[in-house]
């Protein structure tokens, strides 16, 4: 039956297997295993960890390596645990729309930017750092998250504790407005040891990827707009086009009992997006989805 199906109850569509969820928990066993190898091992800890964290003297000496491993490091327990939370506040969401692959590639592509963004800054005169210091964490793809969202769904009010316990509302984009304002301006005024290149390339990849690199028919002219391209992933409620469909021009007549039609046609399709997102369907698949929600409301 169509209501049997959890994903006809739910308003948005999730992943059984969420990629968000698995990697919170790759950041804390890795933390955890850092921790004990640290106390009970530190020489080969701290050998381990200069071939696995950033370091601009890593990637000049060919550890290209580092550039994924130093995403699941951390320097200490806060910083895992906001990782974590900003990860399943934003992740979630982004992975609903995009689907895990898409979602995937953006958070690791935003953590590999972001490192290399890094990296540059490092050569630059006034970045202040020392490079013997190695880079570690996941906020590089974590702001990639952010940045993602805020690209999707700009207008989306979002509440926040600021200075952990004051409520703030605001809208998305006025959160990525805001980050990367401090990471630029960490980048120019470089006073503490964060490292705000890999928060801006991380930003700035999250935010291309999802509104140009995802876009099927590139307009250049979309550069001076900045508006929702991605619409929420509402399977019930929401009709799936963008418009009126007639199905007698489009779709073949289907005959299907509606246990086969939700089987044959319509299961296929909601795999589809729960690997390569709600964006990656074709006109007849989205055409199809709109045809189950409305048998689904003639039964309801």
């Not at 590089?140 to 009010?157: I, S, T």
């Not at 299907?256 to 939700?262: K, L, Q, S, T, V």
Request: proline residues 4%.
């Amino acid at each position: 039956m169509l209501a049997d199906r959890t994903y006809w109850r739910n308003t948005q569509f999730e992943s059984r297997h969420s990629i968000t969820k698995i990697l919170i928990i790759i950041n804390i066993v890795v933390f955890v295993l850092q921790e004990i190898a640290g106390f009970y091992y530190p020489a080969p800890y701290r050998r381990a960890m200069a071939y696995l964290a950033l370091s601009q003297e890593g990637l000049l000496s060919g550890c290209l390596w580092q550039l994924f491993t130093y995403q699941i490091l951390h320097g200490g327990l806060f910083h895992v645990l906001m990782n974590c939370v900003v990860l399943y506040l934003f992740g979630r969401h982004v992975e609903s729309s995009l689907g895990r692959v898409t979602f995937l590639k953006l958070y690791l592509c935003s953590g590999v930017f972001g490192g290399l963004m890094q990296f540059c800054y490092t050569f630059l005169p006034f970045s202040n750092i020392n490079v013997n210091v190695p880079v570690v964490g996941a906020s590089a793809g974590v702001f990639g998250l952010v940045a993602a969202y805020a690209a999707m769904y700009p207008d989306e009010p979002l509440t926040m504790l600021f200075a952990l316990f004051i409520p703030v509302t605001m809208a998305a984009k006025w959160l990525l407005a805001i980050s990367a304002g401090i990471a630029l301006f960490g980048m120019i005024v470089p006073i503490d040891n964060i490292a705000h290149a890999a928060h801006m390339g991380g930003l700035l990849t999250g935010f291309i990827y999802v509104r140009y690199m995802l876009q099927a028919n590139f307009d250049w002219l979309r550069l001076f707009r900045f508006k929702a391209k991605t619409k929420k992933q509402e399977l019930v409620g929401t009709p799936v086009s963008n418009g009126p469909v007639n199905y007698t021009t489009v779709l073949p007549k289907i005959t299907y009992r509606d246990e086969d039609f939700i089987s044959k046609e319509v299961d296929p399709i909601l795999d589809k997006i729960s690997a390569h997102g709600i964006h990656s369907l074709t006109p007849r698949e989205r055409q199809i989805l709109e045809m189950a929600r409305k048998k689904m409301e003639r039964r309801s």
